[in-house]
Nanobody, 122 residues
Framework: QVQLVESGGGLVQAGGSLRLSCAAS????????MGWFRQAPGNEHEFVAA????????YYADSVKGRFTISRDNAKNTGYLQMNSLKPEDTAVYYC???????????????WGQGTQVTVSS
């Protein structure tokens, strides 16, 4: 059974940085992709970024491009989201997701974490 566990959320001032981690267990991911999504109160689930497990191809939402960096460590079966220049509108619960098939451009995922809260104060 695949489990994804996020960590690294918290409270930060605008302009600050946080790094989220997503540790996968139950299966080694060597194909497919890992993605990050977020949901703020009253908002829809929003795609943030994705990375392929095999070749490191990345894809970002326009709202985070240039500020966030997604990466993965295949040896650790772990993905990361480095978030810099954070803004109050980045406040949300952040979820990681993983899939065994498909590209970074497809937002359908099979496995989801429980989410971690990120709060950016102004």
């Amino acid at each position: 059974q695949v489990q994804l566990v996020e960590s690294g959320g918290g409270l930060v001032q605008a302009g600050g940085s946080l790094r989220l981690s997503c540790a996968a267990s139950g299966r080694t991911f060597s194909s497919g992709a890992m993605g990050w999504f977020r949901q703020a109160p009253g908002n829809e689930h929003e795609f943030v970024a994705a990375i392929s497990w095999s070749g490191g191809v990345t894809y970002y939402a326009d709202s985070v491009k240039g500020r966030f960096t997604i990466s993965r460590d295949n040896a650790k079966n772990t993905g990361y989201l480095q978030m810099n220049s954070l803004k109050p509108e980045d406040t949300a619960v952040y979820y990681c997701a993983a899939k065994l098939w498909g590209t970074v451009y497809d937002v359908n995922y099979s496995y989801w974490g429980q989410g971690t809260q990120v709060t950016v104060s102004s």
